[in-house]
Nanobody, 124 residues
Framework: QVHLVESGGGLVQAGGSLRLSCAAS????????MGWFRQAPGKEREFVAA????????YYGDSVKGRFTISRDNAKNTVYLQMNSLKPEDTGVYYC?????????????????WGQGTQVTVSS
C-alpha cells in the first residue's frame, strides 16, 4: 500500500524559511511524480508545486514562484519543498500527493494518494 508522510512543518515568522519532507513508501518511487498542495482554513486546497510526469520538469503555483522549490532524493524515496520568504498567506496544511493520471498537473483529480498533511503557520 502507498503511504506518504509529511514532516517539517511548524511555526515561523514572516520572511523565514521551512523545508518540508514527504517520505514515500509502498510503490516504486520513480514510477510516478509527486506534488505539493496546501489548504488554508476555510479555503480550497491549492496547488503549490509538482514534478512533471517525466520528473525532468517542475511546475509552481503563481503565488509561490520564486520562493518555493520542489526537489527529491530518489535514494531516500523523499520529496522536499523548500519554502523561503514565507508570508502569513502561506499558512495552511501542506500535503504531498502522488500523481496518478491526466494531463493537468494542477488538478487534485490527477493525484491518487495523499499524506496526512503538516501544519505550516507563518506569523506576521
Amino acid at each position: 500500500q502507498v503511504h506518504l508522510v509529511e514532516s517539517g512543518g511548524g511555526l515561523v515568522q514572516a520572511g523565514g524559511s521551512l523545508r518540508l519532507s514527504c517520505a514515500a513508501s509502498g510503490y516504486p518511487f520513480n514510477s510516478a511524480p509527486m506534488g505539493w498542495f496546501r489548504q488554508a482554513p476555510g479555503k480550497e486546497r491549492e496547488f503549490v508545486a509538482a514534478f512533471s510526469w517525466s520528473g525532468l520538469s517542475t511546475y509552481y503555483g503563481d503565488s509561490v514562484k520564486g520562493r518555493f522549490t520542489i526537489s527529491r532524493d530518489n535514494a531516500k524515496n523523499t520529496v522536499y519543498l523548500q519554502m523561503n520568504s514565507l508570508k502569513p498567506e502561506d499558512t495552511g496544511v501542506y500535503y504531498c500527493a502522488r500523481r496518478a493520471n491526466g494531463d493537468n498537473v494542477y488538478s487534485l483529480n490527477s493525484y491518487d494518494y495523499w499524506g496526512q498533511g503538516t501544519q505550516v503557520t507563518v506569523s506576521s
